[in-house]
C-alpha cells in the first residue's frame, strides 16, 4: 500500500489548563505591552476627565452667552417701542387707565377676577387688608346716612346748582 503523505490526524483531548495555556501563550513582550497600556490609561485619565469638564463649562458659557444676547435683543427691542408715541399712548390707556380729552372711560370690575395679593395701594391692596383683617367684628354696624338719599342729594345739587367762579 501506498501511504498517504498526508497521514490522519488523531484528535487528542487537552485539559481545560492546557487550552487556556496555549491561547494565551504570554511571553515578556507581551505582558510589558499589556502593562504599558493599563499604565498609559491610568496616567491619562484625569487629563481626559479635566478636558471633558472644561467642554462641559464651554458648552454652558456659551448657552448662558446665547441667553444674555438674546435678552439684550430683547431689550432693544423694548426701548425701540418706547420710542413710538402710538406705543406710549396705549400703555398708558392699559396699564395707568388713561383717557384722551373728551373720552369716557369705564372700569368693569369682576369680583371674582380681584387680586387679592395686590399691595401697591389700590383697591385690590384695600380689599386683600381688609380680607386679611385679624379683627372681626360681632356686631353689625349701620351707617349714619342713608346712601341711597345721599346718592338724590347728590344728583339734584349736581343738577341744580352752578359752580362759583372765583
Known amino acids: 500500500m501506498a501511504t498517504n503523505s498526508r497521514e490522519s490526524k ?67 427691542a423694548e426701548r425701540d417701542r418706547w420710542q413710538d408715541p402710538v406705543y406710549i399712548r396705549s400703555q398708558a390707556r392699559d396699564r395707568l387707565y388713561y383717557v384722551l380729552p373728551g373720552e369716557v372711560s369705564y372700569l368693569v370690575m369682576d369680583s371674582e377676577g380681584l387680586d387679592f395679593s395686590d399691595t401697591s395701594n389700590t383697591l385690590g391692596a384695600l ?10 367684628s360681632l356686631e353689625v354696624s349701620a351707617a349714619k346716612a342713608n346712601w341711597v338719599d345721599s346718592l338724590m342729594e347728590t344728583l339734584l345739587r349736581s343738577a341744580m346748582e352752578t359752580p362759583v367762579e372765583e
Open 10 to 76: 488523531v484528535p487528542v483531548a487537552l485539559s481545560q489548563g492546557r487550552i487556556l495555556q496555549r491561547m494565551l501563550r504570554l511571553n515578556s513582550v507581551s505582558v510589558s505591552v499589556i502593562l504599558v497600556i493599563i499604565l498609559g490609561t491610568y496616567l491619562i485619565s484625569p487629563d481626559v476627565q479635566s478636558y471633558l469638564n472644561q467642554r462641559r463649562e464651554i458648552v454652558e458659557m456659551e448657552q448662558s452667552i446665547q441667553l444674555a444676547e438674546d435678552a439684550v435683543v430683547d431689550m432693544q
Open 127 to 136: 380689599l386683600a387688608q381688609q380680607r386679611n383683617a385679624d379683627e372681626i
